[in-house]
């Protein structure tokens, strides 16, 4: 007697896994939610909740973390109970593949996309493979991980360095920097504005927002109408506040918060550069691509940063921009310096910036090129959600 073939899963949407619902520092995550060439499906946080849904929905998943809460204790319950919601998530879902945003949430539904035999695609984009705590704690799981998925995106060619080194196969990985809309950044004359310099992104060690204080301070003392927006929130918060304040730079310096990205796409058309000082942290977190940077320079801006991880791939020196050594605060300065010196000069590298925009991260291709490593990752070994269990060795906490 001949047995009839397993039954296929026919094809379902993409299935993204992200941080959260909503967050202004990850406009790549939501342009890539609304525009790869997918229907997509979002979930997020410890119970898998849907982006299309209140995110504090009561859910059989609450209710049955209480109760592993109670019989295992809240720590293994928290795993056990997340990993069990993404893979009923998942299940529930039939996606044609799970897209995970970073490589930690790429672990949360590994189990679940080996159990039910869906191919899992992880965005590699930084910290998630370079910081040291990050690199100690997750190990181990991830080279199991990158032993069952399907593909692995970084987001530079550091980054990817970072993964070999971990153990990823490197015919697995496939590079892509990402993009910008265009359309959301119309190109300026920079030397039409005033002495205005944009920063734009979290205040973390790696953005090193208190070196840029201290070249801009060396602005300031040849060019006193000389301004920062300096556009951000984060753990050095408080840091940045008081070297503004200890530099006397109150009147030169405004620190506005995080903003949308209209408000930011404003902001950056009423500058003369942009400059971001990105370094390696002690910890060994990186950079992939800032996306700071390329819509910066698709605004017609000269930028002005460090040769750290991709950023040499988005601001080619001499010609979109300048760029120092980590830690070069005086080599930062002086370029700085020079574009207020000549706005002849920032107008030619904007032009170029922009052009290099067009033609080497534009949003929509870098969707398409993302869109094209899922459509063909293995499909050959999903099932039907009947035949798929949540096994034994998925729920192994150790």
């Avoid at 049955?64 to 295992?72: E, G, S, V």
């Avoid at 949430?105 to 910290?127: H, K, M, T, W």
């Avoid at 950044?185 to 979290?202: E, K, L």
Wanted: aromatic share 8%; charged share 25%.
């Amino acid at each position: 007697m001949i047995s009839k073939p397993k039954a296929r899963w026919p094809e379902g949407p993409l299935c993204i896994v992200k941080d959260g619902a909503s967050v202004l520092t990850q406009t790549f995550v939501a342009a890539q939610e609304k525009g790869l060439h997918f229907k997509t499906v979002a979930i997020y946080g410890r119970y898998a909740a849907r982006s299309d849904r209140p995110a504090d929905e009561p859910s059989y998943y609450k209710r049955a973390l209480h109760r592993l809460d109670r019989a295992l204790g809240v720590k293994h319950a928290d795993r056990l109970g997340c990993r069990r919601s993404y893979h009923a998530a998942i299940k529930n879902i039939k996606p044609r593949a799970v897209l995970a945003q970073f490589g930690p949430l790429g672990l949360r539904v590994e189990s679940a996309c080996r159990n039910l035999g869906i191919p899992l695609v992880v965005y590699f984009r930084g910290y998630d493979a370079s910081a040291k705590r990050t690199v100690e704690d997750f190990g181990d799981e991830y080279r199991k991980m990158f032993s069952t998925c399907s593909a692995i995106i970084a987001k530079s060619y550091a980054i990817k360095e970072r993964l070999v080194k971990l153990g990823a196969p490197e015919e697995k990985i496939h590079v892509e920097f990402g993009g910008v809309n265009l359309q959301n950044f119309s190109p300026i004359t920079p030397s039409n504005n005033d002495q205005v310099f944009v920063s734009v992104g979290r205040f973390v060690e790696k953005k090193a927002p208190h070196l840029l204080l201290m070249a801009f301070k060396e602005v300031v003392e040849e060019f006193p109408k000389a301004r920062l927006e300096l556009i951000g929130q984060g753990p050095l918060d408080g840091v940045v506040h008081d070297i503004v304040e200890a530099l006397g730079l109150r009147e030169n310096v405004l620190l506005p918060g995080p903003q949308p990205q209209d408000q930011v796409a404003l902001c950056l058309s009423r500058a003369r550069c942009y400059v971001q000082h990105s370094v390696t942290a002690r910890d060994g977190d990186i950079e992939g691509v800032p996306n700071s940077i390329m819509e910066a320079a698709a605004t017609g801006l000269p930028v002005v940063s460090t040769r750290h991880s991709g950023i040499s791939s988005a601001v080619l020196h001499g010609r979109t921009g300048y760029l120092v050594g980590e830690r070069d605060v005086s080599g930062m300065a002086a370029y700085m310096k020079k574009l207020l010196d000549e706005p002849g000069t920032a107008d030619m590298l904007g032009n170029w910036g922009r052009k290099h925009m067009e033609d080497n991260f534009d949003l929509e291709s870098s969707l398409a090129s993302v869109s094209s490593i899922i459509e063909h990752v293995d499909h050959s070994k999903r099932l039907y959600p009947s035949d798929a269990t949540f096994g034994t060795e998925s729920c192994n906490l150790s």
